[in-house]
């Protein structure tokens, strides 16, 4: 265990419906991110929170939420998802942004599915 | 535009054999060069890191070999056993700032018995 848990692990969802991602890290890291995978395609990043603020948002669709309520915990609120929004969504988490190390941990993922 | 190209796509060596996989970047701000290893239903770990002022960095079995003036750094796994099989994804970032990975689009490996 890498020390990051998500959940679910799996899910499957209309476009219509609204759900969130959860990501909890028991590492005592004050850096945490949302990844999305997609099969063949380089990991894109989607957000970095440091110490609760949100210091990156890489032109990530408005339909995509992030919630940092403490440094230990991170959401991704989901509404009107889209098909193509299908894929394996990564939590991570590293000590800092601003001093090493930089190895990022990274949880098992989400596997969402939208129908 | 993809700033980390990883290949091949996808890798299969024989057991005690060796597998390569190489990577070329294109900002010369990078300055951080990790590889992260992935098992199904893993999310990616760690494997071994180089800075540019060295040229290799071995731990183990892996190593990784840099060029700077080419722009690439490769993986090299020697004496690949079956456990190895998983994708690799090599990645960059810049040693200042937010230091987000910038990944490359992964290779899997596949090492027969």
């Known amino acids: 265990e890498t020390g990051v848990t998500q959940t679910p692990r799996h899910l499957v969802m209309g476009m219509t419906n609204k759900k969130s991602l959860k990501c909890e890290q028991h590492?005592?890291?004050?850096?945490m991110y949302w990844y999305k995978q997609s099969a063949k395609k380089p990991l894109e990043l989607m957000f970095v929170?440091?110490?609760?603020?949100?210091?990156e948002n890489n032109s990530v669709p408005s339909r995509f939420s992030p919630e940092c309520p403490n440094s230990s915990h991170l959401f991704l609120h989901l509404h009107t998802l889209q098909p193509e929004d299908s894929a394996l969504y990564l939590c991570a988490s590293s000590q800092d942004l601003l001093a090493g190390p930089y190895e990022q941990y990274f949880g098992p993922g989400t596997r969402l599915t939208v129908t | 535009q993809q700033q980390v190209k990883q290949s091949p796509q996808s890798l299969i060596v024989q057991k005690g054999g060796i597998s390569i996989i190489n990577c070329a970047y294109e900002n010369t701000a990078f300055d951080y060069f990790p590889w992260y290893q992935q098992f199904p239903g893993k999310g990616p770990a760690l494997l071994i890191a180089?800075?540019?002022?060295?040229s290799e960095k071995k731990e183990g079995r892996f190593t990784i070999s840099f060029n700077k003036s080419a722009k690439q750094f490769s993986l090299h796994i020697m004496d690949s056993q079956p456990g190895d099989s998983a994708t690799y994804f090599c990645?960059?970032?810049?040693?200042?700032?937010?230091?987000?990975?910038?990944f490359g689009s992964g290779t899997r490996l596949q090492v027969q018995p």
């Open positions: 590492l005592g890291h004050n850096a």
């Open positions: 929170y440091s110490l609760e603020e949100r210091v």
């Open positions: 990645a960059a970032s810049i040693d200042t700032g937010r230091r987000a990975l910038t």
């Open positions: 180089i800075r540019p002022d060295v």
